[in-house]
């Protein structure tokens, strides 16, 4: 069964530098998607970035990049320059291999991730 | 554009009764999906809702049953309430068969039972 673990439970980041979440993700299938999610105390969930797992290159979003390893089944998220409005819950997702184009998300536990100025 | 919205915000319950939460779906989109967050944790997929039909269930209970209309809005609704029904939940669209699978979450509605 699929399954995505976030270590992490809590991080902490200095104003300015750069920071890495981490996720390793478990799948028997070849084709797959990965998603990181940002989640503000408000509780929406902010889409930030996606891999698919036959992209040649690790995808990056403005100060957003996901460092793909797909070998070793990890799908980090690295922050460049953090701001204090990053602080959040942080969220690592698969979806399902894309079968009859229904599809669902599944989850990991998510990082508490806090910048300090 | 519109986003995903979803309504109420918060709901206030008690134990054995029944609530109905609202979704509706960005713009363009037909496919409408439930997530249940409880406090702390990850979301957890309820269902998926395409052409008015359930398409894929997660591991939930016939108490967590849904809709959807021609609109393409969704409702998910939750009988005989349980304390641990108290979570947040989280109604997300997408297309169907799109490029990337990405689905635009709504702001959610926090679910209390009492």
């Known amino acids: 069964a699929q399954k995505i673990t976030q270590t992490q439970p809590g991080m902490f980041v200095q104003e300015k530098e750069a920071v890495t979440l981490d996720c390793t993700y478990d799948?028997?299938?070849?084709?797959?998607?990965l998603f990181w999610y940002k989640q503000p105390s408000s509780g929406e969930m902010i889409f930030l970035i996606y891999q698919g797992s036959y992209d040649q290159q690790n995808a990056t979003e403005g100060r957003y990049s996901l460092n793909f390893q797909k070998a070793r089944k990890s799908a980090n998220l690295v922050i460049s320059a953090s701001q204090l409005g990053d602080s959040a819950m942080y969220f690592c997702?698969?979806?399902?291999?894309?079968?009859?184009?229904?599809?669902?998300?599944?989850f990991g536990a998510g990082t508490r991730l806090a910048v300090h100025p | 554009d519109a986003g995903v919205t979803q309504s109420p915000t918060h709901l206030i319950k008690t134990r054995g009764q029944q609530v109905t939460l609202r979704c509706s779906p960005k713009?363009?989109?037909?496919?409408v999906s439930w997530y249940q967050q409880a406090l702390g944790q990850g979301p957890q997929f309820i269902f998926q809702y395409y052409e008015e039909e359930e398409r894929q269930r997660g591991n939930f209970p016939d108490r967590f049953s849904g809709h959807q209309f021609p609109n393409y809005s969704s409702e998910l609704n939750v009988n005989a309430l349980l304390l641990g029904d108290s979570a947040l939940y989280l109604c997300?669209?997408?297309?169907?068969?799109?490029?990337?699978?990405?689905?635009?979450f709504g702001p959610g509605t926090r679910l209390t039972v009492l």
């Open positions: 997702a698969m979806r399902e291999p894309f079968s009859g184009g229904y599809n669902k998300l599944i």
């Open positions: 713009s363009g989109h037909d496919t």
């Open positions: 997300a669209s997408t297309i169907r068969d799109p490029k990337t699978g990405e689905q635009f």
């Open positions: 799948t028997s299938d070849p084709s797959y998607g």
